[in-house]
């Protein structure tokens, strides 16, 4: 919540003549910097430089399978085995496929469109309506395919321990048009949130009116720690097994944060109904994925610990960049009462919500001062945001000097817009 500090009004003038002296020095400065989308530096894809040298020679998985040739849809095992423990699947209900999970996700979207889910009386297709429940604020991405499939949206209030439980239930349970919700349930984005054992305990043993009710699990940043304090979630797809609702989740992941965005290999993890649904649906769709690539993979990682090896040299690269956001806007907006932010253990991203009705004009005296940020709105589902007031920062691309130079410049424009609010 935002708290807006009662001020005198000369107090106000003269903090509002200052913040427009700021402004103008700051587009005075001819800034052209980019904080919109969360992508790897290139420092940090250089971390995984060996990986294209690899195979190096070597084609042939651990069962000897030529990797070169068509096959395999399930994806090699040594590499299933590296992230089984990170995404809390078992190997043999872990799927390595291609090059994206955002890819994966859309792919089951269309397969429970068009072909019949376990559990399911019929193909969503057949369905008069589809709605899936959106934790806001969450990942544009994910809203962009349920426009894109018209699946309606629905928000729910996230809090600091996943989305508000009271609310999901509810909904799941007296609405049989409700077939899904989108979970990022570790270092969410973009609020850095994750969910607490009891919130993984409700997803998986709540009563859904609709009998193939999916939990969308995008575990995407389930080793992207900050701190020396890993976070652990609960495993939900354990947990759903229990409740005796085994083929409620599927779980999405990928390296594309770990090794390289793009080019890395996407996991999806399920009961094991839910795998043969899926691996009979691709079989339609690719004859196998690229296993050399996921061979050079399991050679540059190597194991769970070459993983976690891996991530450490990751959070030495990113973890200076998210305190430098920290300590410029608590710095700069610490005592103005103007804004408040999110400080995350892990992810890519940092919210901060600025007060009612200023969200959209930041960013776009942002944009005019030459520092570009992801779309007010973005966060929410048809780009809504109904209170204006969430701003998503993403700290990974820019190297140190440009950051904070961008985070400055946009603690002025927060002041800025803030201040004339209180002004009219
Ligand atoms: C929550 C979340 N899921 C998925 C993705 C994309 O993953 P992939 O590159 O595996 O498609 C991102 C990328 O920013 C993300 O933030």
Not at 62 to 89: C, H, K, M, S, W
Not at 99 to 126: F, I, K, Q, T
Request: aromatic letters at 6%; one cysteine or more; proline letters at 7%.
């Amino acid at each position: 919540m935002t708290t807006e500090l009662s001020l005198s009004p000369d107090a106000l003038t003269g903090l509002l003549e200052q913040a427009r002296q700021d402004y103008r020095d700051l587009a005075g400065r001819g800034l052209a910097l980019d904080l919109t989308r969360g992508k790897p530096a290139p420092e940090q894809l250089d971390l995984s430089e060996d990986l294209l040298s690899l195979p190096g020679g070597r084609y042939n998985s651990a069962d000897g399978t030529d990797v070169r040739n068509y096959g395999g849809l399930q994806g090699l095992p040594e590499l299933r085995e590296i992230f089984a423990e990170a995404l809390q699947v078992p190997a043999a209900q872990l799927l390595a496929a291609g090059n994206s999970s955002l890819g994966l996700m859309h792919d089951c979207l269309v397969h429970a469109l068009l072909s019949v889910l376990p559990g399911a009386e019929s193909r969503w297709v057949e369905q008069e309506r589809i709605a899936f429940l959106c934790p806001v604020p969450g990942y544009d991405r994910h809203f962009a395919l349920c426009e894109r499939f018209g699946i309606d949206m629905i928000p729910v209030p996230m809090t600091p321990e996943g989305p508000d439980m009271d609310v999901v239930e509810r909904l799941v349970a007296e609405d049989p048009a409700v077939k899904g919700i989108w979970c990022v349930p570790k270092y969410s984005n973009p609020d850095g949130a994750c969910y607490s054992d009891a919130t993984v305990a409700r997803l998986a043993s709540m009563t859904t009116a609709a009998p193939d009710f999916r939990i969308f699990w995008d575990n995407a940043y389930a080793v992207h720690h900050l701190t020396d304090e890993p976070v652990g979630i609960a495993d939900l797809l354990a947990a759903c097994a229990e409740a005796g609702n085994p083929d409620r989740t599927f779980v999405f992941g990928s390296t594309s944060k770990i090794t390289a965005a793009g080019a890395g290999v996407a996991f999806f993890g399920s009961s094991p109904a839910n795998v043969q649904w899926l691996l009979g649906n691709n079989a339609m769709r690719s004859i196998g994925p690229d296993k050399v690539n996921q061979l050079r993979h399991v050679m540059f990682l190597r194991d769970a610990e070459g993983l976690q090896a891996h991530m450490e040299r990751q959070r030495a690269l990113l973890q200076p960049k998210f305190e430098a956001v920290a300590r410029i806007l608590d710095a700069e907006l610490g005592a103005t009462g103007l804004a408040t932010w999110t400080s995350p253990k892990g992810g890519y991203f940092v919210t901060l919500q600025v007060p009612d009705g200023c969200a959209k004009e930041v960013v776009r005296r942002a944009a005019e001062a030459g520092i570009v940020l992801t779309p007010a709105g973005a966060t929410h589902p048809y780009g809504d945001d109904p209170r204006d007031a969430v701003i998503r920062i993403a700290p990974s691309y820019p190297g140190l000097a440009e950051l904070e130079q961008a985070i400055a410049g946009l603690t002025v424009c927060v002041r800025l817009v803030g201040y004339e609010q209180q002004a009219r």
